[in-house]
Every structure is written in structure tokens, then in C-alpha cells.
């Protein structure tokens, strides 16, 4: 895989760039310190599977660098990583073009099971935004905008039609109480649904689900 590491600090790219090892041994992972260099590697270089980019960086204002990647690489999905976690910020960030969120606070496995998340199709957003009427606004218009996550073929003939329905936004990165209002069920009844899920795909987490999963159109299922 080819991934592109933009922020300001050395020594968290650093820090990215062993994380993204652990993901890939052999993945080529191209660096830039500010907007200008990752908006110029982002238009000379062929295939990066996924962006990593710092929203404050010397030389252009962190939501038109965004937007400025995301139109230099539309393939490539982008998350924003940030020492700043408001939902504005958030929020922003989806409405230019990002795929993901994660605050510079978070873990390691956080990171690389986000990281996870959006390469397989989904959406990671900070827990602290999901569920929030606002957030899910902004989600529901990525979902328009982009189109939303499909699974394979193959997991939609071992899944329910409902189990479907939980997948899809489980590959969105919602939390079983958000899903459960978007489905009108009882957070207990999508809990069930989940583990019913892990049990078909043979998995004991939410992102080797999607990982699993891959992409399949829920109304086209059989």
C-alpha cells in the first residue's frame, strides 16, 4: 500500500509511519511536512490508498488543504489527524472531503483500527461525536456525497436483511446507540444483531467486520 503523511511535526510523523508498518511491512510511505509539499505529492504520485494529514500546518488553512488533497487524489481517502477535538473542527473536516477524525490523543490500536475502518470503505468519527444530532447530520451528507459503504456479495447471502441494515452503518462507524435510533430498534435488539454479525463473519470485532465485509449494495442483496 501507498500512504501519505503530512503534519508540521516530526516526530508524530515518525510515530505515524511505524504505526502504518505494523499495518503494512512492505507499504511506501511518502512524507511532507506542510500543505504546499502534500498538496504536490498528492498531485504527482499515482495511487496512495489512504491520506494522513495533520488540520493545522503552516501555509494554507487547514480546511482548504483538506478540501485541496481530496481534489489533487480523489481516490484516496483522507483522515485528519489533530491535537484539536471540538465537533467544529470535526464537522469541518467531513464537509471538505475527510473520510475519518482521530485526535492525536488517541491510542495506537485506535489509530490502526480507524485507520482500518476507512480503508475498508467506512467512516471513523470521534466517539464523542457519534450519536450527536449534529455529527450525524454532516455523516448523512457524506453518505449522499460519496455513497454509501457496500458489502460483498458473498457476506450479504449469510447475513438477515436487518443484519444487513446494521452492517452498512456499523461500516459507517456508528455506535449501537445511533444505530439504533436510525433503525428504530432498542439498543439491546442492534447488540444482539451485532454479535449475530461477528458469528456470521467468524470475527470478534467491529472492524474485521468491515475489513470482512468489503462493499455490497443492501437493497441489491438477496
Not at 6 to 31: K, M, N, S
Not at 211 to 217: L, P, W
Amino acid at each position: 500500500m501507498k500512504f501519505l503523511v503530512a503534519d508540521d511535526h516530526a516526530v508524530f510523523r515518525v510515530g505515524l509511519l511505524y504505526l502504518l508498518q505494523r499495518l503494512d511491512t512492505e507499504a511506501e510511505i511518502l512524507e511532507a511536512s506542510d500543505y504546499a509539499e502534500a498538496l504536490e505529492i498528492a498531485e504527482r504520485e499515482d495511487s496512495i490508498d489512504l491520506i494522513l494529514v495533520d488540520l493545522l500546518m503552516p501555509g494554507i488553512e487547514g480546511y482548504s488543504g483538506i478540501s485541496g488533497l481530496r481534489d489533487r487524489s480523489r481516490s484516496a481517502p483522507i483522515i485528519v489527524v489533530s491535537a484539536r477535538e471540538n465537533p467544529a473542527d470535526v464537522q469541518a473536516s467531513l464537509d471538505n472531503g475527510a473520510m475519518g477524525y482521530l485526535p492525536k490523543s488517541s491510542s495506537s490500536e485506535v489509530m490502526l483500527n480507524a485507520i482500518r475502518l476507512v480503508l475498508a470503505g467506512g467512516m471513523y468519527l470521534p466517539p464523542a461525536l457519534l450519536g450527536h444530532p449534529e455529527g450525524d447530520q454532516r455523516v448523512a451528507g457524506l453518505e449522499a456525497s460519496f455513497g454509501q459503504p457496500r458489502l460483498s456479495d458473498q457476506v450479504a447471502r449469510s447475513l438477515t436483511r436487518r443484519q444487513r441494515d446494521v452492517m452498512r452503518l456499523l461500516a459507517l462507524g456508528r455506535s449501537n446507540k445511533a444505530i439504533a435510533q436510525e433503525l428504530s430498534l432498542a439498543e439491546g435488539t442492534v447488540k444482539v444483531h451485532v454479535s449475530a454479525i461477528f458469528k456470521a463473519l467468524n470475527v470478534t470485532n467491529r472492524t474485521e467486520a468491515v475489513i470482512i465485509a468489503g462493499n455490497f449494495d443492501a437493497d441489491e442483496a438477496p
